[in-house]
């Protein structure tokens, strides 16, 4: 039987960051599972899952705090639970100028559903013709059970026109089906 161990990982981004990490949980006995990593406004940032039997596991987070005296931090926390058991994914993709508050009004109505959000990336990039910035974002939805798609679809799409923003939403479940 293994435990879960999520880690979340900031310092001054500089070559060297992830190797440190990976080398401190493979000789603690760790099996590096999961990772979203990114360098943003000069720091690095992560969140990786870690399996890890139970009776090696508070030597592992000792080990990770001693990278701390390299200008790591790490937030650690263990799971022994399964993870949530999750309906219908989706996948929705969002597009348009760049304002404040469009990940909040999204959430909102996410949220107001019951719908949760398992994965989401975000950027801001400027725009191919007019040079203006513009702000995608990416995200994996889970549905409630009993959740009209309809429904959804409706709320988020008068969003999208109230921010002026292109919004699609797709069946994720029927798109890595076919893959």
Request: one cysteine or more; charged letters at 20%; glycine letters at 8%.
């Amino acid at each position: 039987m293994q435990i879960h161990l999520v880690l979340t990982v900031i310092g001054r981004d500089r070559p060297g960051l992830v190797s440190a990490v990976s080398e401190t949980i493979a000789a603690g006995g760790g099996n590096w599972l999961d990772t979203r990593m990114a360098s943003l406004a000069g720091q690095f940032a992560g969140m990786l899952l870690v399996a890890i039997a139970p009776e090696k596991a508070d030597a592992l987070v000792a080990s990770l705090r001693e990278l701390e005296t390299q200008g790591l931090r790490f937030i650690i926390e263990k799971s022994d639970g399964p993870a949530p058991a999750g309906g219908r994914s989706l996948r929705l993709e969002l597009v348009g100028l760049d304002r404040p508050g469009i990940i909040r009004d999204i959430s909102h109505v996410l949220a107001a559903q019951n719908v949760s959000i398992a994965e989401l990336e975000s950027e801001c990039v400027s725009g191919s013709f007019s040079g203006e910035a513009m702000f995608k974002a990416r995200a994996r939805l889970t549905l409630p059970d009993g959740l009209d798609l309809e429904d959804l679809r409706q709320s988020l799409e008068a969003l999208a026109h109230e921010l002026m923003v292109d919004l699609s939403l797709d069946d994720h479940s029927a798109l890595t089906s076919a893959a």
